[in-house]
């Protein structure tokens, strides 16, 4: 029987230049503080190789990470964070002031509420759930590190427990800056891959 067993860290980018902006794919860059929050938080874990988001929220640390310990790095699309369309990159202030639907509406109905010309929040669901099978059924016994944005670790997270992201306990979910969320796959030659969290 061969054995297999995976850890994915997923890291969410640290604290961003522009603040009170709704950063979906607004190509926001870092704060030096951001940057230091995400080298604080990887510090010492052991990596065999990284993915990450192509914003320069993720991009710059991930590279520079990847670099440093002469690992690979691919770069994916899926997790990016949503598209938020004409909402995007907008001040939070001026989005609670819009003609309903606003942005209230959609925190409190994503399922229901489309930001304008903006993606579903079931078509962001289902990107993150067909990345996230296909990393699970090809994963190896290594430790990769993700470097992506809050909404797409809170997906991961409603996949891996089984808690929907549309219930009230996945809307009070709150990923600081930098923070590192740990995922365990686990599997045998005579049964499907099994996941956890790992705190």
């Known amino acids: 029987m061969i054995l297999k067993t995976?850890?994915?860290y997923f890291l969410r980018h640290g604290e961003l230049t522009?603040?009170?902006?709704?950063?979906?794919?607004?190509?926001?860059?870092?704060?030096?503080?951001?940057?230091?929050?995400?080298?604080?938080s990887t510090y010492g874990l052991d990596i065999n190789r990284c993915i990450s988001s192509p914003l320069?929220?993720?991009k710059v640390f991930s590279k520079e990470f990847s670099i440093n310990q002469n690992l690979?790095?691919?770069?994916?699309?899926?997790?990016?964070?949503?598209?938020?369309?004409?909402?995007?990159?907008?001040?939070?202030d001026q989005l609670w002031q819009m003609p309903k639907p606003n942005i209230g509406d959609?925190?409190?109905?994503?399922?229901?509420?489309?930001?304008?010309?903006?993606?579903t929040?079931?078509?962001?669901?289902?990107?993150?759930?067909?990345?996230?099978?296909?990393?699970?059924?090809?994963?190896?016994?290594?430790?990769v590190l993700v470097?992506?944005?809050?909404?797409?670790?809170?997906?991961?997270?409603?996949l891996v427990t089984g808690v929907s992201p549309l219930s009230s306990i996945h809307s009070r979910l709150e990923v600081k800056y930098g923070g590192v969320i740990c995922v365990k796959v686990y599997s045998d030659d005579n049964h499907p891959p099994w996941v956890s969290l790992v705190f």
């Open 6 to 8: 995976c850890y994915f």
């Open 18 to 40: 522009g603040k009170g902006q709704l950063a979906g794919h607004t190509d926001i860059p870092l704060s030096v503080v951001g940057l230091q929050q995400m080298r604080t």
């Open 56 to 58: 320069k929220r993720c």
């Open 72 to 92: 690979p790095l691919d770069f994916s699309s899926a997790i990016q964070e949503m598209n938020f369309g004409e909402w995007d990159g907008e001040a939070f």
């Open 106 to 119: 959609f925190w409190e109905t994503p399922d229901t509420v489309t930001p304008p010309r903006g993606e």
């Open 121 to 143: 929040f079931a078509d962001f669901s289902i990107r993150v759930k067909a990345w996230w099978e296909h990393q699970v059924a090809q994963h190896t016994e290594e430790n």
């Open 147 to 158: 470097v992506t944005h809050a909404g797409v670790i809170k997906q991961i997270i409603g």
